[in-house]
């Protein structure tokens, strides 16, 4: 598999940085690694798709803080908790922290590896979804106020005539407003415009 994602992995241990980037690059994928979560904070931009692989026991900062901070800052990479040190109240922290996966050392390289790519497959998916969210919103914020009452009408299912009613307006003048919903939305269908305002809503 390859792909322009970036595998981020913050760990102490120099041996399991380097056996993990050579997994993953062997595998097609580009790595970036870090000894600390400051070295990583410090040099990350969240913006390359892909993931983060944590050590739960850092210098500093553990994984789950790390994790924890992330969040924090809006950053919607998908997280995968590796460590050799489990027990249950890290890992409950770790899941409501948001993290994909918690994965205890030793731990197979293979198995892993399918985590990572679905952290990967999911990260791109979401952030598909999110680009076209903010395009939907974008064009939103091109709508006149009564564009917009009109748009909200149209797809709640209402008739033009009633429209006109609810908005004291005539009949003729809901057609204008929402042929020009149509075009500023690039919507070339009731359906499609229906389904542009369902995916602003659900988020």
Not at 28 to 48: H, P, T
Not at 137 to 144: A, D, G, I, N, P
Request: overall charge negative.
């Amino acid at each position: 598999m390859t792909t322009d994602a970036l595998i981020r992995i913050v760990d102490d241990d120099p041996a399991v940085r380097d056996s993990l980037k050579w997994m993953l690059e062997l595998a097609g994928m580009r790595v970036q690694i870090y000894g600390s979560a400051d070295e990583f904070l410090a040099n990350d931009n969240f913006e390359d798709a892909g993931c983060l692989v944590l050590d739960v026991r850092l210098p500093g900062k553990t994984g789950v803080e790390l994790l924890e901070e992330v969040e924090s800052k809006g950053c919607f990479l998908p997280v995968i908790i590796i460590t050799g040190h489990a027990d249950v109240p890290t890992a409950v922290r770790a899941f409501r922290s948001g993290a994909l996966d918690f994965i205890e050392k030793p731990f197979d390289d293979q198995h892993l590896l399918e985590r990572i790519r679905h952290a990967i497959e999911l990260d791109l998916r979401t952030r598909t979804q999110r680009g076209h969210h903010d395009e939907v919103v974008r064009k939103v914020s091109k709508l006149t106020p009564r564009e917009k009452e009109v748009m909200q009408l149209v797809v709640a299912g209402h008739p033009n005539k009633r429209i006109a009613a609810d908005l004291d307006i005539s009949p003729k003048t809901v057609e204008a407003h929402r042929a020009h919903v149509m075009t500023k939305m690039a919507a070339d269908s009731l359906a499609k415009l229906v389904q542009m305002a369902e995916s602003i809503k659900e988020n």
